[in-house]
């Protein structure tokens, strides 16, 4: 059940017009029902996963706040250890063993498992994580009423690609009855708006572009190498982005308020900053969960880096299991070593150079390019596919606009404009504070006609980070 179908949007308005009508309790209850019947779409013996995992980590935080002080770590221990072995086994476990394999020669084909992923593991273990951390450090109080956390973990707008909510931000909003007033209703329906454009308009035109070119198996020439590179990095911002946009629009009409997981990642102008805005749910979790429990920057400059490493390699893995991942992963934090030790080494000159005008410009085109560069073995297949792809980017070619095709060209103007003349946010505001109701309402029927055209030529695009 996609976000960008019909059935979605016919599941999602029956689901608000029966919870308005429902009362604090009975609509927690109908809420995490719909939420499993939302996931029994993708896969009914996986209900069977989500039911274990609520209930493992409602039990385990209660067995946490209610332990004595010297049995609490072995609790939490044991709670993160239940999370990983369940992530470990659906996600990792054919990678090891393929891997051990072909390390040390061996026939281990009996070993391999016939394991489907389940859909949104990686999010809903982690924020169990979360959950069961918090509960030991006693940033949140265990959960006694297992509907208010089962819903926290199966809230279905972000149940099987986040963004990752934390404790303290789902459990406050958890009791009042619902209600919606006309900014709640704006805000909700241009979070989703904007969402489906950016899902439907640019990032499956950018798809196209991108799985012509990765699904080759010959070389190329460069221009079809950037141009099948640039395509990618476009489509998977546009596409995580314009999920988590209509994710955050769908839970604001249900009366939750999900904090922001993209701001405008690809106009910053150092690594650390384009870390600061993108997929910010899943960077402050490896910082709060992993960085910081490591010792972050506190313990030495050599370890520091070695916590960049260790962070962005698991980082990297979090997204799949393959040594391509592993390398995006530990390129990352290789680059946010390189940029610490700038920012305590670099001359000072040329450091408050960059923060300025032409500085500013060259950060942001270094920094892109890097990011960029980083795309190609996150996307590529293997290790071959990746150094193929480089040899193409570096095989001199000749450069002509109209080889480019015009709707690439198109989007990309459009998106930076848009990027550019909205960084604070100002068309949100005006349309929060100046649009009424009834001009709002006319606005989205037209953009929703014009979206209809979209999403009937691209339905079969889905969206990148059901795979993670």
């Excluded at 946490?64 to 010297?70: D, F, L, R, T, Y």
């Excluded at 061996?106 to 498992?113: E, Q």
């Excluded at 402050?284 to 390699?313: A, E, F, Q, S």
């Amino acid at each position: 059940m996609l976000f960008d179908t019909l059935q979605y949007w016919i599941f999602f308005a029956t689901v608000l017009a029966i919870y308005g009508s429902l009362g604090v309790r009975s609509g927690r209850g109908f809420l995490v029902f719909v939420s499993f019947v939302f996931y029994g779409f993708w896969e009914l013996k996986f209900l069977i996963l989500l039911a274990g995992s609520t209930a493992f980590n409602y039990f385990s935080g209660i067995a946490i706040e209610s332990a004595p002080e010297n049995r609490r770590r072995i609790w939490l221990i044991l709670s993160i250890s239940g999370n990983l072995l369940v992530l470990g086994f659906f996600k990792y476990y054919n990678f090891f063993v393929e891997s051990f394999a072909q390390l040390f020669g061996l026939d281990l084909d009996s070993f391999i498992l016939n394991i489907i992923l389940p859909v949104g593991v990686s999010f809903f273990t982690f924020e169990g994580v979360a959950y069961n951390v918090d509960v030991y450090h006693k940033k949140v109080q265990a959960r006694r009423n297992l509907l208010d956390f089962a819903l926290f973990l199966s809230f279905f707008p972000h149940l099987v690609a986040g963004p990752i909510i934390r404790p303290h931000d789902f459990f406050p909003q958890v009791g009042p009855k619902w209600r919606i007033d006309a900014v709640d209703f704006k805000w909700g329906m241009m979070q989703i708006i904007k969402g489906l454009i950016k899902k439907c308009v640019f990032a499956d035109v950018f798809a196209v572009h991108a799985n012509t070119y990765f699904a080759q198996t010959a070389a190329s020439g460069q221009i079809t190498a950037l141009i099948g590179v640039l395509s990618f990095g476009m489509q998977i911002y546009f596409d995580f982005a314009g999920y988590t946009d209509i994710a955050r629009g769908c839970a604001r009409l249900l009366g939750f308020k999900f904090p922001p997981n993209f701001e405008r990642p690809y106009l910053t102008s150092d690594i650390s900053e384009f870390w600061r805005k993108w997929h910010i749910s899943l960077s402050t979790w490896l910082r709060d969960y992993l960085y910081i429990p490591l010792g972050g920057n506190r313990k030495g400059m050599l370890n520091t880096y070695r916590n960049y490493l260790i962070v962005m390699g698991l980082g990297g893995l979090w997204h799949g299991a393959s040594w391509n991942f592993l390398i995006w992963g530990l390129f990352h934090g290789c680059l946010l070593s390189a940029h610490r030790l700038w920012l305590d080494f670099g001359p000072a000159k040329i450091r408050s150079w960059m923060q300025h005008n032409l500085g500013a410009v060259f950060g942001w085109m270094l920094t892109m390019i890097l990011v960029f560069i980083g795309w190609i073995p996150f996307r590529a297949t293997d290790w071959h596919q990746t150094t193929r792809i480089f040899a193409d980017l570096l095989t001199p070619g000749t450069y002509n606009l109209t080889s480019i095709p015009t709707e690439l060209l198109v989007l990309t103007g459009i998106s930076l404009a848009y990027c550019l003349l909205d960084h604070k946010r100002w068309l949100e505001q005006w349309i929060e504070s100046r649009i009424t109701l009834l001009h709002f309402s006319i606005t989205a029927g037209f953009a929703l006609w014009f979206l209809s055209l979209f999403m009937q030529r691209n339905s079969a695009i889905p969206f990148l980070y059901f795979q993670f």
